[in-house]
């Protein structure tokens, strides 16, 4: 059992969404939300339900959540070594929806023309989290001057 957000992203790990698991529909507020709760100390992060199948987690419950703490480490630069390893191809990121599992490799391969992948959840959270990052430097920008 894992017991740290840093072990699902470890490297040489693998994710995928259970098919039980309904497509990422969480809203940018949501997502934010979970950002900024992070900030402040206050996460709850709730039980994430999964099993192992060698080296791939697969997630039954919690699929909302570790998609949106993938887009938020992303964003921060947290778990190079995890992402590494999927633009490498050692390990996947899947999900039973090909759109959401397309637009969430682009996202972790750095790409930035999404084309009509542009209107998923996952890339419009993606964008909203590098805007609430941008803000966040700024600010520190601003403070330090």
Not at 99 to 120: H, W, Y
Not at 129 to 139: L, M, P, S, V
Request: aromatic share 10%; net charge positive.
């Amino acid at each position: 059992m894992k017991e740290k957000v840093s072990e699902f992203f470890s490297s040489g790990t693998s994710i995928r969404m259970s098919p039980v698991q309904r497509d990422y529909k969480w809203d940018a507020d949501k997502a934010i939300g979970l950002l900024e709760n992070i900030q402040k100390g206050d996460a709850f992060l709730a039980a994430v339900s999964y099993h192992q199948e060698g080296d791939t987690e697969v997630i039954s419950d919690g699929c909302q959540r570790i998609t949106t703490l993938t887009l938020i480490a992303k964003v921060y630069g947290a778990f190079k070594d995890f992402f590494d390893d999927i633009v490498s191809g050692t390990s996947t990121y899947s999900y039973v929806n090909p759109r959401d599992t397309e637009a969430m490799n682009m996202v972790i391969k750095g790409k930035k023309d999404f084309g009509q992948l542009g209107k998923s959840k996952i890339v419009k959270n993606f964008r909203k989290i590098q805007e609430a990052y941008a803000a966040d430097a700024n600010k520190a920008a601003t403070l330090r001057n």
